[in-house]
Every structure is written in structure tokens, then in C-alpha cells.
């Protein structure tokens, strides 16, 4: 029977009583009838995430046997419930779905005939940002084939979707990663670090034109919030950890260097590091820092203090932005 699953479609679950039924329903009614796995993976969510899916699951017997449920234990986090959905997974090929998102009906079924007429490692499409019913946009993307310069947009940041969900990979890539490698503590861009463990396997890269994936955006999303919260700093810096960890390779040294800058930047901003941390992540990045034209006179000019006095740099850093917070509020 697993010989006959294409598509593992990965679903971790938190707190999402309010928007699973739309993300279930689009799931059960994809027109890829057979060939096909939902993987739900309970992630000790606190409400009725799961009396809600039972729910909508009753309206489609044909998909009970399609559905697998996993009880976590207890809470991991997102990257947690990822790892362990993949590690269930006996498709062909496999894609993630978040709880709150949803997917039009042909997305998988368009997805699976792409990759299995071209003989495609992934295959991936545009999207819909979605705020409300008045407010929504297309989002899309670089055709991109060559999986070096993915990587280096990835790392350069200058690439719109870093996510899983609109990516199709095959699932064999698995047996040849360590998914230990991306750590659970990260909460945030967690599929960024799953994409560069995957992507280097990846000698085949198809892009679908057609927006298949509704990505909710909601006020108080991560991504609403991005640079203001320090717990979302913090996860930029524990990222980069992550990405010294999994990409290799001479060809991608400059766009790392820059990615460690980035990283360094948010640090000093935050007082996320002490200055031990700085000056040792600081001789890597510090290469190219003048060539990148990236990073502005102000920007090079408060790495060259932090890399004399890290601590009062930090300091006064953090005193002019508080500043200037106060002055916008006021």
C-alpha cells in the first residue's frame, strides 16, 4: 500500500481551532483522489483543533484511510512537528500545509503530474497573500531551476517564499539529511533551514505558474511582527547558527558572509550576544563587508565600532532605538 502514495502532505497542528475546518476541507477536497496522505501531527494543542477535524473527516469517508494522526507527547514546536510528519511520511514526494492556510483543489494533482512528467526533485508555485476578502495578493515568483543560486537567494534573502508549503520534494532526499540539524528552538523560518538541507539534492527544479496556496496573513502573525519582538531577533540569530551548520560549499561563501552580517546586525540591535560571540561570528563576516553594497555607510560604520567595543556599540545601538521607538509612539 505505501507504493501507491505520491503525496504526503505534511500538517503540523497548534492552536488552530479557528481556521483548520477551511484548511481540512481544501485538503479532503483535492481532485488528487488516490495516491495521496494527509499527516496531522498533534502537537499538544490546547483546544479543539482535532474535534474540529474529526468533524469535517466525518463528511469524507473516502479520506479516513488517507488520514494519519500523530500524538506528540508533548508540546515541541513547529520544527518538531515538522521532523516528525516527515519522518511518517511514505509518499513518493512530500509538501507541507500549514493549519491556518488552505490550498486550492487541484494544487496537489497539479503539483505531482509537473514533477512526474518532467521527473522533477521539486516543484513549486506561486501563491496568495491573503489578509481578508477585500485585501488579497498574488504573489509570483522567480522561475528559478538552478538550486546554487535558490540557495544563494535564500541566504541573500532576496527570494519571496522561503517556506514549505509551496514545494513539492521528493521524499527519498529524507534518507540523506539530518533533520537533527535544524534545532527545535527555532520558531521562526524553520522551513528556510528544511529548504537548504533538501535543495542541494535537488538536480530537477520545476516552477508551476499558477497561485495554489492561500497564505493567510494575519496582524498578528511572526511576519507582522518581524524586528520588533526580541524573542523573533533571537530566532534570526539562533537561524544563522543553523546555516553555518547546513550549507556547504565554496560557491556560496559570499552570500553566507552576508547572511552572517544580517544576523550580526540584528545581534547588536538586540544584545542577543556577548562580545566573545561577536568577535569570533564577526571573522567570517567581516570578509567582503566593504564590497557588499547591501549594507550602507551607517550600517558598515556601526560594525567597525562593534568590532572595536562591541559593548558600548551594543549599547548606544539599542539607546538610539529605543529612542527613536519612543519618539513614533509619542
Not at 533551514?193 to 542541494?200: A, G, M, R, S, Y
Not at 544576523?263 to 544584545?271: H, P, R
Request: glycine share 4%; aromatic share 12%; hydrophobic share 40%.
Amino acid at each position: 500500500m505505501n507504493d501507491a502514495v505520491k503525496v504526503s502532505v505534511c500538517i503540523p497542528v497548534y492552536n488552530a481551532e479557528r481556521y483548520i475546518e477551511q484548511c481540512a476541507r481544501s485538503l479532503f477536497d483535492q481532485t488528487l483522489q488516490h495516491g495521496i496522505e494527509f499527516i496531522f501531527v498533534d502537537d499538544c494543542t490546547p483546544d479543539q483543533s482535532f474535534n474540529v477535524l474529526e468533524d469535517v473527516l466525518a463528511a469524507y469517508p473516502h479520506r479516513k484511510s488517507q488520514v494519519k494522526i500523530i500524538r506528540q507527547s508533548q508540546n515541541g514546536g513547529v520544527c518538531r512537528a515538522r521532523k516528525v510528519a516527515m519522518r511518517h511520511a511514505v509518499g513518493t514526494y512530500i509538501i507541507h500545509c500549514d493549519p491556518d492556510d488552505w490550498v486550492k483543489p487541484t494544487m496537489y494533482e497539479t503539483l505531482l503530474r509537473q514533477a512526474e512528467l518532467t521527473h522533477a526533485d521539486m516543484v513549486y508555485c506561486d501563491y496568495v497573500r491573503y489578509h481578508s476578502e477585500e485585501v488579497q495578493k498574488v504573489v509570483v515568483l522567480e522561475a528559478l531551476v538552478d538550486h546554487e543560486e535558490m540557495i544563494r537567494r535564500f541566504l541573500y534573502r532576496t527570494i519571496t517564499a522561503t517556506c514549505l508549503w509551496n514545494k513539492l520534494y521528493r521524499r527519498a532526499f529524507l534518507d540523506r539529511v539530518n533533520l537533527e540539524l535544524v534545532p527545535d528552538t527555532i520558531t521562526y523560518g524553520e522551513d528556510l533551514v528544511f529548504n537548504l538541507l533538501l535543495l542541494p539534492y535537488c538536480q530537477t527544479i520545476v516552477k508551476v505558474n499558477e497561485p495554489l496556496y492561500i497564505y493567510r496573513d494575519t496582524p498578528n502573525s511572526i511576519t507582522a511582527n518581524l524586528g520588533k519582538d526580541i524573542r523573533i531577533k533571537r530566532n534570526i540569530f539562533q537561524l544563522q547558527l543553523a546555516f553555518d551548520q547546513v550549507v556547504q560549499g565554496d560557491q556560496y561563501t559570499a552570500a553566507m558572509e552576508s547572511s552572517q552580517r544580517f544576523a550580526l546586525y540584528t545581534a547588536i540591535s538586540s544584545g542577543i550576544v556577548n562580545a566573545t560571540q561577536w568577535h569570533r561570528l564577526w571573522k567570517r563576516a567581516k570578509r567582503g563587508m566593504w564590497k557588499d553594497s547591501r549594507w550602507n555607510c551607517i550600517q558598515r560604520i556601526i560594525f567597525y565600532f562593534a568590532c572595536l567595543n562591541f559593548t558600548l556599540t551594543s549599547f548606544v545601538f539599542k539607546l538610539l532605538t529605543g529612542r527613536l521607538k519612543a519618539s513614533k509612539q509619542s
